[in-house]
């Protein structure tokens, strides 16, 4: 499957942070100022969680879920929109150079699974949920060297049939090093506060640019491979594109609560979509 958005140059403005963020020493159990921390800006950004070897073996473990002759039909594997005849006869490593992501391969590889239910960071999301974590969602992340496109702004939230008020969690790792030249995140810290923004399809399903270039504040948060981000799903993030010479791969986790219901895309549309807010684009 290939990336149904063609990779549209994106203003550099729109990435330009007030800040960069250095993350912090170790991944390890929260503290008061740390939660505390979380709840006022949305996110936590720590420099160590996966080792070397690890980071060696979720990779391989990407590969062999893409190199599989025949994948279940849940699984989404996706290139970027300019992998189209180029990719159908290349050899797997030279075609993860074109994916631009996995969804829902999680339970195919014990590897991935035990980082996904690592007892320190369910731990840590359990705390920041108030609550026993269920797994919402696995993705896997990869900006190609060159080509990998722009994720525009955005709340997670938006994108999840999940009620209002919901407490999600999500945790990025980086399993290279993310840089502001290759796509590393960038926030709005404390925009989670406000609740659902208005969304609009234009590049993506995606907060207006002409938004985000009124706030004030944001930070990019380069992280190092075996770096973890924990973030709320309502903090608005995006990533530019990648036209560095180097790769930018990430595991993407989303928790919610377990027992959360589920609601309709109609009413998630209501939530995020701009007839509620009265907004334009």
Known sequence: MFDHLDNVPHAASLYQPEAVLEPLQEFGPLTDSLTDQYRSVGFLSHRSFLSAGRIIEVKQALMDIASREELPAEVQLQFESEARGKVEDLPIEE??????????????????????????????????????????????????????????????????????????????????????????????????????????????????????????GVVATPLPAGGVLIFDGLTPHGTPANRSELSRWALQF????????????????????????????
Request: contains cysteine; charged residues 25%; hydrophobic residues 40%.
């Open 95 to 216: 075609r993860m150079n074109y994916v631009r992501k996995f969804m829902i391969f999680a339970h195919l590889d014990a590897r991935i699974q035990a980082v996904m239910n690592d007892p320190l960071l369910l731990g840590v999301v359990t705390e920041l949920l108030d609550g026993v974590p269920e797994m919402f969602q696995d993705m896997a992340l990869l900006k190609p060297a060159g080509i990998g496109r722009e994720k525009p702004w955005h709340q997670d939230h938006a994108y999840f049939n999940l009620p209002e008020g919901t407490p999600v969690v999500g945790v990025w790792i980086a399993l290279d090093d993310a840089t502001p030249e290759n796509g590393c995140m960038h926030f709005i810290p404390g925009g989670h506060r406000e609740g659902p923004i208005a969304h609009f399809n234009r590049r993506d399903w995606q907060i207006c640019d002409t938004e985000i270039l009124t706030r004030k």
């Open 254 to 281: 989303h928790y919610v609560k377990r027992g959360t219901p589920r609601i309709t895309t109609e009413e998630r549309f209501e939530m995020f979509g701009a007839d509620r807010h009265g907004s334009t684009c």
